[in-house]
């Protein structure tokens, strides 16, 4: 992270934190160079909770110390690697957004790089309901297990803010938050329910491109 970003120059593309398997770093070092470092507790969770392999989770490793001197990622270095990735976006909306899923329980402002890893599994190697989970819990910004119109709109408007994108016209986020829900909400309460943002990104891929793009 850090300016050079190198975790975001190796694996942070479009609005989804990633989508390459390659590793972080080029400069790989072995099970047993790295062994001081990062002990065999973190990496035997990490092989029990997540579809990493063992060097995989070594070059991350290597990678996140890197740019986390101190093993833990706060989230004005995970914006900096966002702003290297898009250099005219704006990235510190939808960076709040994504780090408030990588730390939900908000006991600490940074995370370690255990957490870091089962975060970044869901949206590299996790299964279609998993992302999906991932992305519920995005729009999700108060945890009430339902996505309001508002809430839509603020996590769309920061994506399209790190993407430069226009927002005018039939780019209007707001106007494809009221298609999107009167797709989706099935019962019209004006909130999507999580079996409804489910049942509606499968259904229809032009939703699940809008609100899961990866």
Not at 79 to 105: A, L
Request: hydrophobic share 30%; net charge neutral; glycine share 6%.
């Amino acid at each position: 992270m850090g300016c050079s970003g190198s975790i975001g120059k190796k694996k942070l593309k479009d609005t989804s934190l990633t989508r390459s398997s390659s590793s972080l770093v080029t400069n790989n070092k072995d099970a047993n160079e790295i062994k001081l470092e990062l002990s065999d507790r973190i990496i035997e969770n990490l092989l029990n909770k997540t579809k990493f392999t063992k060097q995989e989770i070594i070059d991350w490793w290597h990678g996140f110390l890197a740019d986390c001197p101190s093993g833990l990622l706060d989230k004005q270095k995970f914006v900096e690697v966002y702003q290297y990735r898009y250099p005219t976006g704006k990235p510190k909306g939808f960076c709040d957004h994504v780090f408030r899923t990588f730390n939900p329980d908000k006991k600490s402002r940074a995370i370690d790089f255990e957490k870091f890893m089962c975060a970044i599994n869901v949206t590299l190697n996790g299964t279609p309901d998993e992302k999906l989970e991932w992305a519920f819990a995005l729009y999700d910004i108060n945890g009430d297990q339902r996505i309001s119109k508002s809430e839509m709109s603020n996590v769309l408007e920061s994506m399209f803010d790190l993407l430069g994108r226009d927002k005018k016209g039939s780019n209007n986020p707001r106007k494809q938050i009221d298609e999107i829900f009167s797709r989706i909400d099935s019962n019209h309460d004006d909130y999507i329910a999580k079996e409804e943002f489910f049942s509606g990104c499968k259904a229809d891929e032009r939703i699940r491109t809008i609100l899961a793009p990866y």
